[in-house]
């Protein structure tokens, strides 16, 4: 994944996950950190890398 300056809602696209499910996955991400991007538009790239290596390991549910 390519980490550069974008949204949320581009990010859960490049996760291939819907930005509900995105903003779930978040919740359990360190409140200072939520904190810090709380009412923000866009997301850094090292924040963007933050999210995804936080997210990654989560498993997503397999498709029939």
């Known amino acids: 994944m390519e980490y550069k300056t974008m949204n949320r809602k581009e990010l859960a696209m490049e996760l291939d996950i819907s930005r509900s499910t995105l903003g779930r996955r978040m919740e359990d991400l360190d409140p200072k950190f939520k904190e810090q991007i709380k009412g923000r538009y866009l997301l ?5 890398k933050y999210i995804h290596e936080q997210i990654s390991g989560m498993q997503k549910w397999p498709t029939l």
């Open 44 to 48: 850094f790239e090292n924040e963007v």
